[in-house]
């Protein structure tokens, strides 16, 4: 096969740096004596090469244009999918195919440009780019009458995301700021601009890291809480324009919103699988 690297075309500048090749041979070595392996595959050596078993892989898909379209952010409660419309300023109910269930809630009185929600296990909060704050919503989307403003950290929220103990706000100019269960910022910021020049969009938490989706490049990246980027992103193709993206538990994997498309794509791993046209081949790490 031949060989095409992706994620933005250019050669990867670095051992333990992950591309996309399209081929589906357990090692490619280039004309120039780089190395690269496949993800997955048994020769590899997570302890030397940790990101080898990297790969994600739309795996299904559904769409949302019949409630809302120019979707901006997703939520998963255990159970369903909860998506943000903001055309009408509502939430709606999908099952895990994505089915939707005829239930919806609006947030239009808080807010007319909503742009994220999250889901902490017993509510709903909802950020706002209009008003730049965030709300808070019981099960049934009740408003619960609890705000906080995130205007001093930054003007354009996009994403906010729950990892147990702390809400992350990602916002203008790629920033990422950190929030405690009362609302209160916790001076920790960090950018994700180096990764994607745009805005940072929808963000989540996987129970132990945190990913950013960008639009620039189409793809989510992987940070710890500590803001450091862990190397390690993936291509949310065919999806363009992605706003929103939530780790689904169930899956072991994540479901990613395109506002351009109106639809959901979920990405499950791919580790050591072969190349196949829906994927358009798979993650490599280079070795050498």
């Known amino acids: 096969m031949a060989i095409k690297l992706g994620g933005g075309g250019g050669s990867a500048s670095q051992i333990d740096e992950v591309v996309f090749l399209n081929n589906d041979a357990d090692t490619v070595t280039l004309a120039d004596g780089r190395v690269y ?29 019949a ?21 009408s300023d509502a939430v709606y109910k999908y099952n895990a195919a994505g089915v939707y269930q005829s239930v919806s809630f609006s ?7 909503p742009t994220d929600i999250v889901w902490d296990g017993t509510y709903f909060w ?16 009740t408003y619960q009458n609890v705000s906080w ?3 001093a950290q930054t003007i354009s929220p996009y994403g906010i995301t729950w990892d147990g103990t702390y809400f992350w706000v990602s916002g203008s100019a790629g920033g990422v700021y950190k929030y405690n269960s009362a609302g209160v910022y916790q001076s ?3 950018s994700t601009a180096t990764e994607d020049s745009g805005n940072g969009q929808g963000i989540t938490w996987d129970g132990t890291y945190l990913w950013v989706v960008g639009r620039i490049n189409d793809k989510a990246y992987k ?12 291509s949310v193709a065919p999806l363009t324009n992605p706003e929103g993206i939530v780790w689904n ?24 699988t072969t190349s196949d046209t829906s994927f358009g081949g798979q993650n490599y790490v280079r070795v050498k």
Do not use: C
């Not at 780019?129 to 019981?138: E, G």
């Not at 940070?223 to 993936?234: H, I, K, L, M, P």
């Open 188 to 190: 920790v910021t960090f």
């Open 149 to 151: 403003s995130v205007s």
């Open 249 to 272: 538990s169930t899956l072991g994997g994540f479901a990613v919103l395109g506002r351009t498309s109106d639809a959901v794509y979920t990405f499950q791993p791919a580790n050591g």
């Open 126 to 141: 909802v950020v706002g780019f209009s008003s730049k704050a965030v709300y808070k919503y019981n099960a049934a989307g």
């Open 37 to 65: 392996l496949k993800g997955g595959v048994f020769e590899t050596n997570l302890s030397t090469y940790p990101l080898a078993d990297t790969s994600y892989k739309p795996t299904s898909n559904f769409s949302v244009a």
């Open 223 to 234: 940070y710890n809480t500590s803001g450091v980027y862990q190397n390690e992103s993936f």
């Open 107 to 113: 947030v239009s009185a808080q807010d007319t440009v």
């Open 67 to 87: 409630q809302d379209t120019n979707p901006y952010g997703i939520t998963w409660d255990g159970t369903h999918y909860w998506v943000l419309g903001p055309t």
